[in-house]
């Protein structure tokens, strides 16, 4: 049972806490626990964990599965500031429409590729003078948009997406004083749930939350101060459509190298929202298993021709009161392109011994050497609610590498095999120089083994784990998480050692 609740961190999961870990003793709440993790590069559970200064702000936008009320918002916090602050965040949630995020100035949605450097949407500032940012019009009285391509200042070099704006909508939580999260006095990380009090907000079907984080700079440090950074948990969410995370950048002022303003992430928080639904909702996928066969992972490089099997499991909440139960599930998968014709299949049952339940599984047929595979899962519930899961891929043999161009950013490119035994093989490109540690720890938190500490020049790297512990011995089988950590971001995955 271990095993399961691991993977369903990362899926639509809905569970019942009590009002007391939100500082009400009164009634019990349901939580929708999920997590928008697109998973194209770094495998099945990836964490990104993204820091962010005095100042700067996260966004996130997220489409909701059915009618709700939505009551408070988790905040994952991997790592507090270490400067000797005590600042706070502050938590808002706003209904976005069609003049605000994530809809364009047109009225039409920000493209597939609107993402980190190709992404900036621009920033507020006074009429006289764009070397001052803000984040939105109505921060301050009398400011204009900028779109990084109007106006004579040092912000006017680089040129926003097309038909950019500014990406507040209409404010409805809190609806008094503002509600924040301070640092706890020793720092310790985790979910912060803010409960937002007199009464909720309501969403329909389909309609988005925006929830935005700010790193307030009263009682903070200096921003251009490393250990003034609070980092949040985040996932790789590069091929979700609308890209769900945003950030706002108050340092500097050149563009995208200055980081000044608003731009597109290709990751999303992992924000968690504590609702009531009370609309029927589209089922529960899990996609737990993706190898050779029904128990041997990926290998690197993936043999052409070989077809890949894909597990997953599927379930039906109906919190109004509706009929349950799932109709159909059906895989999906694209070649080469996210635009490429799609071939879809229906996917079979089986009972699963380990796992006591039944699972929905079929093959993808294989390709010929070079060819990246997308592929998703979609299940549909007796009542017409569709679900579907995010794209993930995987690269078929190996390609040329005398013409690699240097990565664009610092990412981990997960594990290979997973499950694995007895060695697994962490993929991570670089794209700058940088001194980067490697650690594995176990579910528990533990330190087992440093794999690497120093330096290490820009390109796609690799490191080997073959299952022992800092003095060599081998250990026991289970859940291991590695951590990647640069000067500026630190990166996780899960992978687990099967003997």
Not at 110 to 131: L, R
Not at 409 to 428: C, K
């Amino acid at each position: 049972m271990k095993k399961i609740k691991i993977y369903l961190i990362f899926s639509f999961c809905f569970f019942r806490i009590l009002e007391a870990s939100l500082g009400n003793n009164s009634t019990t709440n349901t939580v929708l626990s999920r997590s928008l993790v697109d998973t194209l590069n770094v495998g099945l559970e990836d964490t990104v964990n993204i820091g962010f200064s005095p100042g700067d702000i996260m966004m996130e936008v997220f489409k909701v599965p059915g009618d709700l009320t939505l009551n408070g918002v988790g905040v994952g916090v991997h790592q507090w500031n270490t400067d000797g602050t005590y600042p706070s965040l502050k938590v808002e949630v706003y209904r976005p429409d069609t003049a605000g995020y994530p809809f364009t100035s047109a009225g039409s949605m920000y493209s597939f590729g609107d993402t980190a450097e190709s992404g900036w949407i621009g920033f507020a500032h006074p009429a006289e003078n764009d070397s001052i940012a803000y984040p939105d019009p109505s921060s301050a009285p009398n400011l204009v948009w900028n779109n990084f391509s109007v106006g004579t200042g040092v912000c006017s070099t680089e040129p926003e997406v097309a038909d950019g704006q500014p990406v507040w909508g209409t404010k409805v939580l809190p609806a008094g004083n503002d509600v924040m999260i301070p640092r706890p006095s020793g720092g310790s990380a985790g979910f912060f749930y803010v409960d937002f009090t007199g009464g909720g907000a309501q969403f329909v079907k389909d309609e988005y939350i925006a929830v935005v984080v700010t790193y307030l700079a009263d009682n903070a440090g200096d921003p251009a101060d490393e250990s003034a950074r609070i980092f949040l948990n985040a996932a790789d969410a590069s091929y979700l459509y609308p890209s769900p995370g945003l950030q706002y950048f108050a340092s500097g002022c050149s563009g995208p190298s200055g980081e000044h303003g608003w731009h597109i992430m290709p990751n999303a928080w992992k924000f968690q929202y504590v609702v009531d639904i009370t609309g029927d909702i589209p089922p529960e996928i899990d996609i737990y298993h993706v190898g050779l066969s029904t128990t041997t992972g990926l290998p690197d490089p993936i043999p052409s021709w070989t077809e890949i099997k894909v597990m997953a499991t599927a379930n039906d909440y109906n919190p109004s009161g509706g009929s349950e139960g799932i109709e159909v599930v059906v895989l999906h998968h694209q070649l080469n392109s996210l635009t490429a014709d799609t071939t879809s299949e229906y996917m079979s049952t089986a009972f699963n011994l380990v796992l006591q339940v039944y699972v929905y599984h079929t093959e993808i047929p294989g390709v010929s050497n070079g060819t990246t595979v997308y592929y998703w899962v979609s299940a549909q519930d007796v009542e017409g609610n569709i679900s579907n899961t995010n794209k993930q891929s995987y690269l078929v043999g190996t390609l040329a590498t005398d013409n690699d161009v240097i990565p664009n950013d610092f990412g981990l490119h997960g594990n290979y095999p997973n499950p694995f035994n007895p060695v697994t093989n962490i993929i991570y490109s670089m794209d700058v120089a940088s001194g980067v540690s490697i650690n594995i720890h176990n579910i528990q938190g533990q330190l087992v083994k440093n794999l690497f500490i120093g330096n290490v020049n820009p390109g796609q790297h690799t490191v080997s784990w073959n299952g022992t512990d800092r003095f060599s011995q081998s250990v026991p089988s289970g859940i291991y998480i590695y951590s990647i950590k640069s000067s500026r971001k630190i990166l996780t995955g899960k992978m687990m050692l099967l003997k």
